[in-house]
């Protein structure tokens, strides 16, 4: 009978919840970071550049062509298949896409639903109102920079595509600013971006240009993911982010 009580007795601290539990703030997720399309460009002073993205619609089975600089397609809805240099790609929901300057690549639009994409451009002055896609495409401009992108030195840098996703009540991210250039796209959710201390909300459709020397910071304050595109330019081998210095002292 003692056994017994013992054995209760055990079950039932088992039971409880330990005190320290409860309490335990769950720690972040972390930021997810995904390459959908990357290469390497050799040189980029010969003459300045620019960034520029467009979207472009076409319609079930339509058929267009696509020639310009270097950029990266990202499909948003539908599908779009990609024949360039002799090979065929089918980009779905999601997925991105390198076409390099001086090629053309013939697009040709899903059977299901209307195709839909965003093309992200680095392209010199002198081709910035050039239209990269044929009709019967349907294309809208979305952003160019004014200026050429600041800083860019001798040698090898790196041109990439990155989906960057936020969790929910992130905290924002230290100061920093970008060893190149990006441009961002808001996919979903709403982000906080704070730049001379000044935060403003950015939503799904945003377009916001980070040059080299802007220090700036994001979080996510919502309750359900960020989720944005960055479209980027560095020296290759450096990060493409760097932390803010800080203040000397006097």
Same mark, same amino acid.
């Given at each position: !009978?003692?056994?017994?009580?013992? &054995?209760?007795?055990?079950?039932?601290? !088992?039971?409880?919840?330990? @005190?320290?539990?409860?309490?335990?703030?769950?720690?972040?997720?972390?930021?997810?970071?995904?390459?959908?399309? /990357? #290469?390497?460009?050799?040189?980029?002073?010969? /003459? @300045?550049?620019?960034?520029?993205?467009?979207?472009?619609?076409?319609?079930? &089975?339509?058929?267009?062509?696509?020639?310009?600089?270097?950029?990266?397609?990202?499909? !948003?809805? =539908?599908? #779009?298949?990609?024949? *360039?240099?002799?090979?065929?790609?089918?980009?779905?929901?999601?997925?991105?896409?390198?076409?390099?300057?001086?090629?053309?690549?013939?697009?040709?639009? =899903?059977?299901?639903?209307? $195709?839909?994409?965003?093309?992200?451009? *680095?392209?010199?002055?002198?081709?910035? =109102?050039?239209?990269?896609?044929? @009709?019967?495409?349907?294309?809208?401009? *979305?952003?160019?920079?004014?200026?050429?992108?600041?800083?860019?030195?001798?040698?090898?840098?790196?041109?990439?595509?990155?989906?960057?996703? +936020?969790?929910?009540? !992130?905290? $924002?991210?230290?100061?920093?600013?970008?060893?190149?250039?990006? *441009?961002?796209?808001?996919?979903?959710?709403?982000? /906080?971006? #704070?730049?001379?201390?000044? #935060?403003?909300?950015? =939503?799904?459709?945003?377009?916001?240009?980070?040059?080299?020397?802007?220090?700036?910071?994001? &979080?996510?304050?919502?309750?359900?993911? %960020?989720? +944005? %595109?960055? +479209?980027?330019?560095?020296?290759?081998?450096?990060?493409?982010?760097? @932390?803010?210095?800080? /203040?000397?002292?006097?």
């Amino acid at each position: !009978m003692q056994l017994r009580t013992i &054995g209760i007795l055990l079950l039932g601290a !088992m039971a409880l919840p330990a @005190p320290g539990a409860a309490q335990t703030t769950p720690t972040p997720s972390a930021i997810v970071r995904t390459v959908l399309a /990357a #290469t390497k460009l050799p040189i980029v002073i010969d /003459a @300045p550049l620019h960034f520029k993205a467009v979207s472009v619609a076409l319609q079930p &089975g339509e058929k267009s062509s696509l020639s310009a600089g270097d950029g990266i397609l990202y499909q !948003m809805s =539908g599908s #779009t298949e990609v024949s *360039l240099d002799g090979e065929t790609k089918t980009l779905n929901v999601g997925e991105g896409q390198f076409i390099a300057g001086g090629t053309t690549a013939a697009l040709t639009a =899903g059977t299901g639903a209307p $195709s839909t994409f965003l093309h992200f451009l *680095l392209v010199s002055a002198a081709d910035l =109102g050039l239209p990269a896609e044929t @009709p019967p495409a349907a294309v809208k401009e *979305l952003y160019r920079t004014v200026q050429p992108i600041l800083d860019l030195k001798p040698g090898s840098y790196d041109l990439n595509l990155t989906r960057v996703t +936020f969790p929910a009540q !992130m905290p $924002s991210n230290p100061p920093h600013h970008r060893s190149g250039a990006a *441009l961002y796209f808001i996919i979903s959710g709403n982000g /906080a971006n #704070t730049v001379d201390g000044k #935060t403003e909300t950015r =939503g799904p459709g945003s377009l916001i240009y980070e040059p080299h020397t802007l220090v700036h910071q994001w &979080g996510n304050p919502g309750n359900e993911p %960020l989720v +944005f %595109l960055a +479209f980027n330019i560095n020296p290759e081998g450096v990060a493409a982010v760097l @932390p803010e210095a800080p /203040a000397k002292k006097p």
